[in-house]
C-alpha cells in the first residue's frame, strides 16, 4: 500500500485494487498496479491509495472477499475517494456488489482502457470502432449499469454511450452493435481501396507496447508531426508516412500499442485498424528496454501479433530509450545472487544479440544509434524491394 496523497484540485480521485493469486505473484501484482496508476493518470484520476488482496482466486461476488471489501469502503468513505478501480475485469454480479458496498464509481481495467480509447478518438473509424467496442462489453451488464449510471454525472468511465442512452434496452444496444459493425465494413472497404493505391511500395509498420516511443521514432524517421506524448496510448489512429532512406522510399504506419489484458472487445473492434500490421512487409518491433520488465512486454506483443495472425512476419526489434536505462552495480564482495536491477544494458545487448541478430539499441529522444538504424532500414528494405522489382535497380 502507498501512503495518502494530496488531491490535485479538478481530478478524481482513485484507489486501486489488484489481488495476488498462484499465477500471479506479488511483484507481478505490484507492477499491474503500477500500469493501472498511469492508465489512471492518463485518464485524469489521481492515485491516493491501493490494495491488494492473497487470494487462490479471485470471489465470485465481492472479487477481493468481504473483509477486504469492507476495508476498502471504509477508507472510500472516510476519505470522500471518488472511483474505485480494480486491475481485472469485473463480473456483472461483482459490479453490483461492489458499488454497493463503495457507494462510489467502480471502473475495472477494461473500463478504464475504454473510456482513455474514447477519449482519444479523433476519427469517425476510431470513434465508430471504440463505440463498438463499449457497446459490446455493456450488452451483458445492462441490468446492473443504468442504475450505476444515473447516481454519475460524467467523468472518468462516463463517457459514451452509457452517458447518452441510460435507458437503453438490449434490444436496441443489439440493433446498434449491428449498425456499426456495417458502418466499420464500409470504412473498411474503403480503408482497402486506400490500400491498394498505394502501389506496391514497400511497407514497415512500427509495433510495440503502449508508451514506447513509436509515435517519436516515427516522427524522426519520416520528419513528420505526429502527436506523441508520455501517457498510455497516446496515438490510437493508424498514421501513414513516406520515408525515404538514400533515394529508396517506402511506406511507415505507426500503429496503437498494445497492452497486457487488452479488452478482447477492442482487439475486436481494433483488427481493420491493424489490417495495416497484416499488409506489412517489415514489422519494426519497438520495445522500452528502461522498463523494468521489457521482456513481458515484448511477449504480449508477440502474442497479440500471433493473435491476428502475424506472429511469423518478418520483424526486427527496436529496444528504444537507452538514454533512461540505469541499474544498480552490485558490490564486489556482494555475494547475493543478481537481480534484474544490476544487469546493464551492455549485458542486456550481450544477451539479446544471442537469442536474436535482428535487434538493435536506440534513443529516437537524443538520436543514438539512429544512424545505424538508418543503415539496417535500408539493407532490409532494399532486399525486399529487388525481389519485387529485379530488374528496377536504378535506385541503388
Known amino acids: 500500500m502507498i501512503e495518502k496523497k494530496k488531491k490535485t484540485e479538478g481530478t478524481e480521485t482513485a484507489v486501486l485494487v ?30 491516493v491509495k491501493r490494495f491488494t488482496q492473497k487470494m487462490n482466486a479471485p470471489h465470485h461476488t465481492t472479487f477481493v472477499g468481504t473483509g477486504k471489501l469492507q476495508e476498502i469502503a471504509n477508507y472510500i468513505q472516510e476519505n470522500q475517494i471518488d472511483t474505485a478501480i480494480f486491475d481485472d475485469e ?45 457497446y459490446q462489453y455493456l450488452l451483458p451488464r445492462l441490468r446492473g449499469m443504468w442504475t450505476h ?30 449498425f456499426l459493425k456495417k458502418e466499420l465494413e464500409k470504412i473498411d472497404i474503403q480503408k482497402a481501396v486506400q490500400r491498394k493505391t498505394r502501389g506496391e511500395i514497400v511497407r ?33 489512429d493508424t498514421t501513414v508516412r513516406k520515408v525515404v532512406i538514400d533515394n529508396l522510399p517506402f511506406l511507415m504506419t505507426d500503429t496503437v500499442g498494445f497492452i497486457r489484458k487488452l479488452p478482447h472487445h477492442l482487439v475486436e473492434s481494433f483488427k481493420s485498424t491493424l489490417d495495416e500490421t497484416r499488409e506489412a512487409d517489415l514489422l519494426l518491433h519497438v520495445a522500452d528496454i528502461s522498463h523494468p520488465n521489457f521482456e513481458e512486454q515484448v511477449e504480449v506483443v508477440q502474442q497479440t501479433l500471433a493473435e491476428l495472425g502475424v506472429g511469423d512476419k518478418p520483424s526486427f526489434l527496436i529496444f528504444n530509450k537507452i538514454d533512461n536505462f540505469s541499474f544498480v552495480k552490485k558490490d564486489e564482495d556482494d555475494l547475493t545472487p543478481a537481480s534484474r536491477e544490476n544487469i546493464s544494458l551492455e549485458e542486456w545487448q550481450q544477451k539479446w544479440f544471442a537469442k536474436t541478430q535482428d535487434c538493435i539499441f536506440i534513443s529516437a529522444k537524443k538520436k543514438q544509434n539512429i544512424d545505424t538504424l538508418r543503415g ?3 539493407a532490409k528494405i532494399k532486399e525486399i524491394h529487388q525481389v519485387r522489382y529485379p530488374y528496377n535497380n536504378f535506385l541503388y
Open 18 to 47: 489488484g489481488i495476488v493469486t498462484q499465477l500471479q505473484t506479488e511483484m507481478q501484482t505490484t507492477e499491474y498496479l503500477d500500469e493501472l496508476a498511469f492508465l489512471a493518470h492518463t485518464a485524469g484520476a489521481q492515485e
Open 90 to 134: 469485473l463480473s456483472p454480479s461483482q459490479f453490483s456488489t461492489i458499488e454497493e458496498a463503495f457507494k462510489c464509481k467502480v471502473l475495472d481495467r477494461t473500463t478504464l482502457i475504454l473510456d482513455i480509447f474514447a477519449a482519444r478518438a479523433q476519427t469517425a473509424h476510431a470513434r465508430t470502432q471504440v463505440e463498438l467496442a463499449q
Open 149 to 178: 449510471l444515473e447516481r454519475q454525472q460524467g467523468g472518468i468511465g462516463m463517457r459514451g454511450p452509457g452517458e447518452k442512452e441510460i435507458e437503453t434496452d438490449r434490444r436496441i444496444v443489439r440493433d446498434r452493435i449491428s
Open 204 to 236: 514497415v509498420a512500427l509495433v510495440g507496447y503502449t508508451n514506447v516511443g513509436k509515435s517519436t521514432l516515427m516522427n524522426l524517421l519520416s520528419k513528420s508531426d505526429i502527436f506523441a506524448e508520455n501517457k498510455l496510448f497516446a496515438t490510437l
Open 376 to 378: 539496417i532500414l535500408y
